[in-house]
């Protein structure tokens, strides 16, 4: 991804091969509805970028022609777009009340500790990134987390996130 510079402001340029997927995407909805598309562009953008930048959504605003701030908006209201750059496993740990009640802030706590990180930030090797989120939807299986956005863990002890740190250190060739 090369950067020009719009307005003083840097703006990412997309490949040809992304711009063909936001294509896909935004002919799903009528012309006028183009912004319908905001949400699928960022999961474009994440997935071949890892994190959704600035730039990124300046440039996906002038892709979509809506105001930066609708892009950003979005990008800052969802818990699966990610701000920032993130480690290989992306952990977020709910810890809304009936997760807080089953241990979540302990079962946290520990994750952290174990990583020697603080909630919100990327271990040293870029592996593990560590967050609390909102509620996950599963608060019968209380705590829980999921997992890269995709792969939710029920019923989280401290046994049970040792043996998942160990898996995917093993699963890196890091144990």
């Known amino acids: 991804m090369s950067i020009s510079t719009v307005a003083d402001a840097p703006v990412a340029r997309f490949s040809e091969a992304t711009i063909a997927r936001f294509d896909q995407e935004v002919v799903k909805y009528p012309p006028e509805q183009r912004r319908s598309a905001i949400l699928a562009c960022l999961a474009i953008v994440q997935d071949e970028q890892g994190w959704i930048s ?9 892709y979509l ?35 807080q009640l089953h241990g979540a802030a302990r079962a946290l706590k520990h994750l952290t500790d174990k990583l020697g990180i603080e909630d919100g930030q990327t271990t040293a090797d870029g592996l593990f990134t560590v967050a609390h989120c909102e509620c996950l939807g599963a608060c019968a ?28 250190t093993a699963a890196e060739g890091k144990a």
């Open 65 to 99: 022609d809506i105001e930066p701030i609708s892009v950003h908006e979005a990008t800052t209201f969802y818990d699966m777009c990610n701000t920032q750059p993130v480690g290989r496993y992306k952990i977020n740990m709910c810890t809304n009340l009936p997760c």
């Open 141 to 168: 299986d209380a705590p829980v987390m999921i997992v890269n956005d995709r792969s939710m863990c029920s019923f989280m002890t401290e046994d049970r996130l040792d043996q998942l740190v160990a898996e995917l």
């Open 54 to 62: 600035p730039e990124s959504e300046k440039a996906l605003a002038r």
